[in-house]
């Protein structure tokens, strides 16, 4: 059977079918050489010159990575942030006609700073609307000025859920790109490009990786053409490439992708269900309830909603951290995706200015069993 006929879950649990040639071994080798041998008429026939612009080991997880997203083409990056900001910086732009971009109000925090400070002085002009309502972000847009508008579906830390589809033909009408933070949803639950995204982004370190041992990031395009080219030429002159033992365990997280996702939507599912209408919870934020996003959610995610919840605390700030700090089962720490369940107090880690409500604790479901999740946190409660 030929790999191009295989399913993306027989992709990755196959590592794109790599077997080494001079061993056989099933697994990819790590290959830690900063450089490769020139042949003698000059030429570099077997594709790799120096580590800083790729590597071999990114190259596989780049090739499982492209495949999981129906993309033409897949970039790793040493960070969900170097993935994100390249994204930006590789719009079309001169110093005298900045990009334009649309971005949500609600977003992972560090990238929403980063467009509203750093960005500007780099070119980069950032408008913050609500993302869950596509009137707001047609109106938005600046035509001739707007290069690109960024969704995160679901979003940091409410699960907000915006309209993918529909955002794609508001920036395609506009002569716009759409990028997706697709770090939540996953390939497994959502494939944006082919929904009209034109790149799609991921923290690898969640959920790709999934044991919360590395810190990755990556790009995947609708399109092999000049935004790749510029996104390329950033990640080598920023060096901004995965080492390539980090690559190696991300193909190793990735190959377990799908059963992982299964895993986490089904119990974050029960136990946002056990939590609403709790008496010691104020509100439980989960796209798979009943609620704003739900069916948008229902329509651009298959298989699930996602690992990720929240739940505000009856009585406040107080009774939230109060809560966090009674868990014994739950880990308190930032992050998200892995196999460990999570826990932590958002706003304290957002810090001043931010939009999380400060009685919400932000849940990553890992693969312990939900019942025994239930109960922890049912006695940090009480
Ligand atoms: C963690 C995260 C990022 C940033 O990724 P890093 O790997 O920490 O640089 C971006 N977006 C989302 C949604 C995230 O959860």
Not at 290 to 295: F, T
């Amino acid at each position: 059977m030929k790999k191009t006929t295989w399913q993306p879950r027989t992709v990755a649990a196959q590592a794109a079918g790599h077997v080494d040639p001079v061993t056989g071994a099933i697994v990819p080798p790590i290959q830690l050489a900063s450089t490769f041998e020139r042949d003698p008429d000059n030429g570099y026939r077997r594709g790799y010159i120096y580590a800083r612009p790729d590597n071999p080991n990114v190259r596989v997880a780049e090739e499982v990575l492209t495949t999981l997203e129906g993309a033409a083409t897949s970039l790793v990056m040493g960070s969900g942030m170097a993935a994100a900001t390249t994204a930006f910086l590789a719009l079309d732009r001169t110093p005298d006609k900045p990009a334009h971009v649309v971005a949500p109000n609600i977003m992972y925090w560090a990238l929403k700073n980063w467009l509203a400070g750093p960005a500007r002085t780099l070119g980069i002009e950032a408008t913050f609307v609500d993302a869950t309502n596509s009137d707001a972000i047609a109106a938005a847009i600046r035509p001739g000025a707007t290069r690109m508008v960024w969704l995160e579906t679901p979003a940091n830390p409410t699960w907000a859920i915006s309209d993918i589809a529909a955002t794609a033909d508001i920036a395609h009408k506009a002569g716009a790109l759409l990028g997706v933070d697709s770090t939540i949803a996953t390939p497994v639950l959502t494939r944006p490009i082919e929904l009209g995204a034109d790149i799609v982004m991921h923290s690898a370190t969640k959920y790709l990786n999934g044991h919360s041992d590395i810190i990755a990031g990556s790009l995947s395009f609708a399109r092999s053409d000049a935004l790749l080219e510029r996104a390329k030429g950033l990640r080598s002159s920023l060096g901004a490439v995965l080492s390539p033992f980090e690559a190696s365990l991300l193909v190793r997280g990735m190959r377990t992708l799908h059963l992982r996702v299964a895993h986490q939507c089904a119990s974050a599912l029960t136990v946002a269900r056990h939590f609403s209408g709790h008496k010691r919870v104020a509100e439980v934020l989960y796209p798979g309830l009943r609620g704003p996003g739900h069916n948008i959610a229902a329509k651009q995610m298959q298989g699930g909603f996602g690992g990720m919840l929240s739940i505000r605390v009856a009585g406040g700030e107080a009774a939230a951290i109060g809560a966090a700090a009674r868990v014994e089962l739950w880990k308190r720490a930032t992050s998200l995706g892995g196999v460990e369940s999570l826990i932590e107090h958002r706003a304290s880690v957002e810090g001043p200015g931010t939009p999380c409500p400060p009685d919400l604790l932000r849940m990553s479901v890992g693969l312990e069993d939900p019942a025994d999740l239930i109960a922890d946190f049912e006695q940090a409660l009480s």
